[in-house]
């Protein structure tokens, strides 16, 4: 029983901090998909604090999983730990059901599972997590009560410190298929299904049935085809289909025109600003994203603006930001995977991300230009 609760602590326990971790690297991915999950249940109410709510999940998941790891507070952990995995398991069951949202989040960006992938894993860790519950009394503390607690509060401050970090900065790890170093024209490629299909054939006299590879069957027999009729056809599959890391991307302007191609595809540096609320966006940067542009410009180096709001919203900003550069329409979702920042920075050459920076961090035009544009 001591071995059993052991393990099972360690799994459940290494699961909760690295989902807790993983979240709380990315706090803005996991508060977009909270409002995704908030607006289909129309609770919209509770959309205005729900990075704090996403912060602090983070930091408790991560804790308990840390004081399930280290044996603190088995107590405490341990219905802490069942009352999270009974409100998991109920939640994922609900959305496997109903479906509102695709993936979950449970593991942020880092791992993509389905909803009913997350309730199979959630009722392994809820099955565990009772376990460990039924042998609580095998185990004690190997620390004193204050080290215990100092190890506690150090499990809640780290992932608070992350997760703060990361939304005034960009993530610490970079999960998204927009990561520094990835060729976005492969990004957006979907990967084509591959599969062997087979045709099955009835012999009209003898009944006997056969397969064929639809490559090599004998077609041109004339007296095979008079003696066999077609029946059905069978698909193999070999590679399933798979959805492009990057989907929904299309760069538009005014009059509808496809601009992906010469903006993704620019052999040289380009330079995209992202703002995919402007009227939520940090309207003081663009005061230094100006000085920039003109910069840029001057050194003919590519610098367009990218914004899921819509012409009215673009032309009020352009004139109270006074900015020069294009500004295209995309979709705001897909802005949002690009960079955790609104506005944000984006380097590209040659199709691939060179350096993205937060708004907090943006650079001089004269630091960049030494490091990057050569």
């Known amino acids: 029983m001591k071995a059993l609760r052991i393990i099972s602590r360690l799994i459940v326990g290494l699961t909760f901090m690295f989902s807790g971790f993983v979240k709380g690297v990315d706090p803005m991915g996991l508060t977009y998909k909270f409002t995704e999950y908030l607006e289909v249940y129309n609770m919209e109410w509770l959309i205005p604090s729900v990075l704090y709510l996403a912060i602090i999940l983070c930091a408790i998941e991560f804790a308990v999983g840390a004081a399930l790891v280290f044996n603190l507070k088995p107590k405490i952990a341990t219905w802490a730990s069942l009352v999270l995995?009974?409100?998991?398991?109920?939640?994922?069951?609900?959305?496997?059901?109903?479906?509102?949202?695709?993936?979950?989040?449970?593991?942020?960006?880092?791992?993509?599972?389905?909803?009913?992938?997350?309730?199979?894993?959630?009722?392994?860790?809820?099955?565990?997590?009772?376990?460990?519950?039924?042998?609580?009394?095998?185990?004690?503390?190997?620390?004193?009560?204050?080290?215990?607690?100092?190890?506690?509060?150090v499990a809640i401050l780290f992932p608070l410190f992350i997760s703060v970090y990361s939304y005034r900065h960009l993530p610490l790890i970079d999960f998204l298929p927009w990561k520094e170093g990835n060729k976005i024209s492969e990004q957006i490629v979907a990967t084509p299904e591959k599969a062997k299909i087979f045709l099955i054939y009835k012999n009209k006299k003898t009944g006997e049935v056969k397969e064929y590879p639809s490559d090599n069957f004998p077609w041109q027999?004339?007296?095979?085809?008079?003696?066999?009729?077609?029946?059905?056809?069978?698909?193999?599959?070999i590679q399933p289909y798979k959805q492009a890391p990057i989907h929904d991307f299309i760069i538009m302007d005014e009059s509808g025109n496809d601009l992906t191609p010469s903006i993704i595809g620019n052999q040289g540096y380009q330079f995209i600003i992202v703002a995919h609320n402007l009227r939520e966006t940090h309207k003081e940067s663009f005061l230094k994203i100006?000085?920039?542009?003109?910069?840029?410009?001057?050194?003919?180096?590519?610098?367009?603006?990218?914004?899921?709001?819509?012409?009215?919203?673009?032309?009020?900003?352009?004139?109270?930001?006074?900015?020069?550069?294009?500004?295209y329409s995309m979709d705001e979702t897909a802005l949002k995977t690009m960079i955790r920042s609104n506005p944000g920075l984006v380097l590209l050459h040659n199709g691939t991300v060179v350096r993205k920076w937060h708004y907090n961090d943006f650079p001089t035009y004269s630091k960049t230009k030494e490091k990057y544009l050569k």
């Open 85 to 153: 995995m009974v409100g998991f398991t109920t939640l994922t069951l609900l959305s496997a059901i109903n479906n509102p949202v695709s993936d979950c989040g449970c593991f942020g960006d880092a791992i993509k599972l389905t909803n009913w992938e997350t309730f199979y894993k959630n009722v392994v860790l809820l099955v565990l997590v009772i376990v460990i519950l039924l042998t609580r009394y095998f185990s004690k503390p190997s620390l004193n009560f204050k080290l215990q607690l100092v190890f506690l509060i």
């Open 221 to 237: 027999d004339t007296v095979w085809v008079a003696n066999w009729e077609f029946q059905d056809q069978r698909k193999e599959i």
């Open 290 to 327: 100006n000085e920039f542009q003109k910069l840029c410009e001057k050194d003919s180096f590519s610098f367009v603006g990218l914004t899921g709001s819509g012409k009215n919203d673009v032309d009020d900003f352009r004139h109270e930001a006074q900015t020069q550069f294009p500004i």
